[in-house]
């Protein structure tokens, strides 16, 4: 079965610095995957790679099977990016925007689709309105559009809805998920963690131009061994025998850390013990975004042991 995605050994180099470095990694068709890591880490770089916007130092890059660089007119094809400028030609309306990029993939007849993608991506009112005069989430819904417009199979979101509003989240969420039950690729970069939890079923995290973790996000987050819960108290004060479990506290306001859920009874008896009144309490279970600080910290501190 062919790759939806498939990067080998990919480098890339500005001078002195490293922006990626030997990136290995292989993405199933049909998959909902996220491309996950800190400002900086080389994700935008490595979707300019994909898409042919800039050349692998070394490696080669594959889309549907295509090489980007020897077989660039096929792998340009068969992708869709998203990227997170907001880059749009101010003397076209929406629609004329969308006919002028089926035109560059030689659609001459695409009304109906170009229409469905206007109505799922609540573009209808705004169809024949000039580009220059749409605000920043409506022409991020443009963007959208028209990596759709060609119906590729591997769609590449890149921050897709920084900075638009809930409603857009939603109505986007919503058609990008019909598109990938569908069969279609999808590569989310978001820094909205609780988007890739929900969304995504494997991450990729990188650290540094590097891949310091490739799995599952159910693996990723049933690995996690402990619990939190928050307790808000009266007196705000947590008894001397409940300290040691203590990550945070802010006014009257404590998170505490378990290993399993049988230790909330102790927390509960010694609690009773120095007759402090619980006014809330939330157990709170662990997530990618605790999974993503854990990572990022514990590949920080392997860097600084090595230096």
């Known amino acids: 079965m062919t790759s939806a995605i498939e990067i080998r050994q990919v480098h890339k180099r500005f001078g002195p610095l490293y922006a990626l470095c030997g990136v290995d990694l292989e993405i199933n068709a049909g998959e909902f995957f996220a491309l996950l890591g800190p400002n900086g880490a080389g994700k935008t770089t490595l979707i300019n790679i994909i898409a042919g916007l800039a050349l692998a130092s070394s490696g080669s890059v594959r889309v549907m099977g295509h090489d980007v660089v020897t077989g660039y007119r096929e792998a340009r094809s068969m992708l869709g990016v998203v ?14 925007t969308l006919v002028f990029q089926s035109g560059y993939y030689g659609l001459k007849k695409n009304n109906s689709w170009i229409d469905e993608i206007i109505h799922h991506l609540d573009l209808a009112d705004k169809a024949d309105t000039n580009m ?14 028209q990596a759709l417009v060609h119906k590729p199979p591997v769609i590449v979101l890149d921050e897709p809805t920084a900075g638009v509003d809930v409603e857009l989240r939603q109505s986007l969420w919503r058609f990008i998920r019909q598109l990938n039950r569908n069969g279609h690729t999808v590569v989310l970069t978001t820094h909205y963690l609780e988007e890739a939890e929900a969304l995504c079923d494997r991450v990729a995290m990188l650290k540094k131009g590097s891949i310091c973790v490739l799995d599952s996000i159910r693996n990723l987050v049933s690995n996690i061994s402990e619990y939190r819960i928050r307790l808000r108290l009266s007196p705000g004060t947590l008894p001397a025998a409940l300290q040691p479990l203590t990550i945070s506290h802010d006014q009257g306001c404590y998170v505490l850390a378990i290993e399993e859920y049988s230790q909330l009874e102790n927390v509960m008896a010694a609690l009773r013990v120095a007759q402090t009144q619980i006014l809330e309490l939330q157990i709170l279970q662990p997530d990618l975004e605790e999974v993503f600080v854990k990572i990022m910290h514990d590949a920080e501190s392997l860097e600084s042991a090595s230096a």
């Open 83 to 96: 990227p997170q400028e907001l880059v749009f030609d101010p003397f076209f309306t929406v629609r004329e």
């Open 132 to 145: 220059r005069s749409l605000s920043g989430g409506m022409k991020r819904r443009v963007l959208v559009a």
